[in-house]
């Protein structure tokens, strides 16, 4: 089993070495500064109780408040959730929003329970952390299987709790509970705006109408995908927990979602062939996306991947084996700390909107947005080619410096 927090420690590492980093500093970056394991009990419809875990880490608040989401899966571990809020801090460093890295997470599969238990659990998560939290100290956000809606939930017992009325504690909202417009698609969004740099820069050598297969059917991967799609590519899998579909003349994405919602499942849609989550990741295309859990790439498929670029939407989906494999196959690999930094970015955009009483259109949201993460592009090549290294390493060196800056001498 590959330990997330030793990748990120790896990642890190290996920056720290190409820019000859402060390693005092570096040894600090290395450990959260701290994180919480809480109980939650919850009275289940059936009228029993349960006691579910949850954790939040908070990993480093040189550059502002930790943020970072808060995900619910029955695979939560302290060990991921530390992981999750370090890569936290590099990706906001790296997209330039005065945020440090948090992230929480609860141990539920989340289908199995009744939008009532799943309201008690999140407002009991919260009446456990509403202390460690609050819009200048820790702000959470959606992540795996949390929504706006409980973004919403959360956000009220905080309120309740704490007396503090901010609507920015939580970001990640809905739309008529002071959420951001652009918020829902940031992510995906960020990815394809990063991707068009890509493409600008000719790295991978991809051309417009190349094919795309993408790990994931959730938030980030659909917009992503249509996204992709717009811009001429030819979309030929997605996936989702049960397994994935691939018609390599392309998926017309509209059915694939209606298919989705009406049966649950992506599996068996008319016009493609079921393949298997890791059949997917191996599928002759030109660019690969894994957007659903970290380490889908690892040491035993890694020199099966025929992709010529990998954009990561997922946190952490590379482990530090494949990376080397990735790199000497001269696979381009487009880091997530990077790729899908557009999520915190607007989530940033929500924090100061609430905190300033400020409601901007979505194309001010989206506009703002494209010019943020290009820049953080532009940034991270910039690195990459002064050290000659890949750009997993560019951007944690630029993201290490500027957060190197931030703390205390
Ligand atoms: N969960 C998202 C991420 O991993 C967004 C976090 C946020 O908006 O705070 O980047």
Redesign the pocket.
């Given at each position: 089993m590959i330990n997330p927090f030793a990748t990120a420690k790896g990642q890190l590492k290996a920056a720290a070495e190409t820019a000859k980093l402060d390693s005092d500093k570096i040894a600090q970056l290395a450990l959260p500064d701290r994180y919480v394991e809480v109980s939650i009990p919850v009275k289940m419809d059936n009228g029993k109780q349960k006691i579910f875990t949850g954790f939040r880490s908070q990993h480093n608040n040189a550059r502002g408040p930790y943020?970072?989401?808060i995900?619910y899966h029955q695979d939560v571990n302290l060990d991921e959730v530390r992981a999750?809020s370090f890569?936290?801090s590099f990706?906001n460093a790296v997209v330039n929003v005065p945020?440090g890295g948090g992230?929480g997470g609860i141990i539920v599969n989340p289908k199995e329970l009744s939008a009532g238990e799943l309201e008690r659990l999140s407002r009991g998560f919260v009446k456990k952390i509403y202390t460690i939290i609050g819009p200048e100290t820790d702000?959470?956000?959606?992540?795996v299987n949390t929504t706006g809606q409980i973004m919403g939930w959360m956000l009220d017992e905080y309120q309740k709790c704490s007396g503090n009325k901010s609507m920015a504690t939580f970001?990640?909202k809905s739309l008529d509970n002071g959420g951001s417009q652009g918020r829902e698609e940031a992510?995906g969004f960020g990815g394809v705006y990063v991707f068009e740099e890509v493409l600008k820069n000719k790295i991978g050598g991809i051309a417009q109408g190349g094919s795309v297969a993408l790990q994931g059917f959730g938030n980030v991967s659909t917009f992503f995908a249509k996204a992709a799609a717009k811009l001429g590519f030819k979309v030929v899998a997605v996936s989702d927990s049960k397994g994935g579909i691939f018609n390599s003349d392309g998926l017309n994405l509209e059915k694939v979602e209606a298919h989705k919602k009406a049966t649950g499942a992506l599996k068996d849609f008319v016009g493609a062939k079921n393949i298997s989550n890791s059949e997917l990741l191996e599928l002759d295309v030109d660019v690969l996306v894994p957007a659903a859990l970290e380490n889908v790439l690892t040491e035993e498929n890694a020199d099966k991947i025929k992709a010529k670029l990998i954009v990561e939407m997922a946190?952490g989906p590379t482990a530090p084996e494949a990376d080397v494999i990735f790199n000497k196959k001269g696979i381009a690999v487009i880091p997530d700390i990077l790729a899908?930094?557009g999520?915190?970015c607007?989530?940033y955009y929500e924090w100061y909107q609430n905190m300033n009483n400020e409601s901007w259109t979505k194309e001010q949201v989206l506009e703002k947005l494209s010019k943020q993460i290009k820049q953080a592009f532009v940034d991270v090549y910039a690195l990459q080619k002064q050290y000659s290294t890949s750009f997993r390493t560019a951007a944690y060196i630029l993201a290490a410096q500027r957060i190197i800056e931030a703390m205390p001498k």
């Open positions: 943020k970072g989401g995900r999750l890569w936290m990706k945020f992230k702000v959470p956000a959606p992540d970001t990640g992510t946190n899908n930094s999520g915190v607007v989530s």
